[in-house]
């Protein structure tokens, strides 16, 4: 694919801005449209999705099909074509300003209830208007939907929906060459060639997709798992028995982020007898919008931290069941330490909250070594003795390398954010183990923003 210069000419009409992004499909630059003088989004992709004299054909037909969709949440195509010099197909849109859901996502973690209602209603009304022309998107992800913001007098974002119309053409791409382009995380099982693809297509996805909303995770265990192919995938996507979403939810330390009722939504959104699904993304999204909110957090106290998001970061990057290197510790030590910090910051306060306890849970499971550290706790006679095993073992820790350190305090820290607040009792038992074994330094890294005399934007309520 070539690459455009400041100030070059495409297609005859596109004056070349700047580039906007880079992806694996293709460019996307911002050009100034010689004959009407306005600001575009000009999408390229990779020459070989059009490499055959039907495909070539076919494409600006395709890349149009988002004209025929009667809705404000769907992007503007306004020109689309091959071009002759280069071969390079492209499609030139309205310039929107904003970000894609799955950047805001990444960014500030999992939406609220009501943003999510507030989104996917705009969602639902692109894919309503969409289905009811006889569209199916084939392709809906969070990187094709759009927050962008409003040019309106009310000043709200909208959500616009990307890349209608291309599915067809990079699938039929696909086959002819064989292979798969990209992961399929979003797609139903019919589009893996078991049947035919229509909007219970995109009623999959969106099922999906509200999940990652509102948990700020991906459904699928394989997404994450280091090693898992696109095979582990499609047989989890295809095969494996679909878990209820709030027992996914508790497993990815999100338990208590989704509505009640929301189980039975979610099933119906990823029946794999398309009969079985939602019929389309309308009648889908008068369910979900029937489900009540999520239970509140807690009423402010005296004393406590809250945050307004639920927890975007996850430090499970780091593997904390492995013998930490370089260090006079043993796995099982590493593994007994790290059970009881967790427990610690969990009850700091004096109490431990259902989301607490599904989150020491959550810790409990991954440990490589649970039954023998169960047996070491078992063997200690009393708490005096736990206290005291607790302080030897915050010494040894002192050999942990910084790396390893960090990742126990930001371990400590999710622990604390679990159920969405942080107390001045929690900060300080975090203080207090790092100062134990040495690793204030990386503690105080992790703490940025989150403890009191550091708010970085945190509101403390009272005292």
Aim: hydrophobic share 40%.
């Amino acid at each position: 694919m070539p690459h455009l210069d400041v100030d070059s000419i495409f297609a005859r009409d596109y004056q070349i801005i700047r580039k906007l992004a880079q992806g694996g499909m293709g460019a996307v630059y911002e050009a100034r449209q010689l004959s009407t003088g306005k600001q575009r989004a000009l999408k390229l992709m990779l020459p070989e999705l059009v490499d055959s004299p039907g495909l070539r054909e076919r494409f600006a037909e395709e890349a149009r099909v988002g004209s025929r969709i009667d809705s404000e949440h769907v992007v503007e195509v306004v020109g689309a074509g091959v071009d002759d010099e280069t071969s390079v197909p492209w499609l030139a849109m309205e310039l929107l300003r904003g970000e894609e859901l799955s950047k805001r996502i990444g960014r500030v973690g999992a939406l609220s209830w009501e943003e999510t209602l507030e989104f996917f209603g705009h969602l639902a009304h692109a894919m309503g208007a969409a289905h009811a022309a006889n569209v199916t998107h084939r392709d809906l992800k969070p990187e094709n939907l759009f927050i962008a913001e409003s040019k309106s007098t009310d000043g709200r974002p909208r959500l616009k929906v990307l890349d209608f119309g291309l599915a067809r053409v990079t699938a039929e791409a696909r086959t002819s060459r064989t292979s798969r382009a990209g992961t399929p995380g979003w797609w139903a099982p019919e589009q893996t060639g078991r049947g035919t693809v229509g909007p219970q297509a995109d009623v999959w996805a969106i099922g999906l997709i509200v999940f990652h909303a509102l948990t700020g995770r991906v459904f699928w265990r394989a997404w994450e798992e280091e090693g898992a192919t696109d095979a582990h995938l499609l047989r989890e996507m295809v095969h494996d028995p679909i878990p209820p979403a709030s027992s996914r939810a508790a497993e990815l330390g999100r338990a208590g982020t989704l509505p009640e009722g929301f189980d039975v939504w979610f099933a119906r959104s990823l029946e794999r007898d398309v009969t079985s699904r939602f019929a389309n993304a309308t009648i889908q999204f008068a369910g979900l919008r029937a489900l009540d909110a999520p239970l509140a957090p807690p009423a402010p106290e005296p004393g406590v931290v809250h945050h307004s998001d639920t927890v975007s970061e996850d430090p499970r990057g780091f593997d904390l069941t492995a013998a930490p290197e370089a260090s006079e510790m043993s796995e099982l030590e590493f593994n007994l330490l790290t059970f009881l910090c967790i427990s610690t910051i969990v009850s700091a306060d004096g109490k431990i909250t259902p989301a607490e306890q599904a989150y020491l849970n959550q810790i409990i499971r991954p440990l490589s070594k649970q039954r023998a550290v169960l047996e070491a706790l078992e063997a200690i006679p009393d708490d005096d003795g736990i206290a005291a095993e607790h302080t030897r073992l915050l010494h040894r820790a002192r050999s942990l390398g910084s790396r390893t350190k960090t990742a126990l305090a930001k371990w400590m820290l999710h622990a604390a954010k679990a159920d969405r607040k942080v107390t001045r009792e929690e900060i300080d038992a975090i203080r207090f183990m790092a100062n134990e074994m040495d690793a204030v330094p990386q503690a105080e890294r992790v703490l940025t923003g989150w403890a009191p005399d550091k708010l970085g934007g945190v509101v403390v309520r009272g005292g």
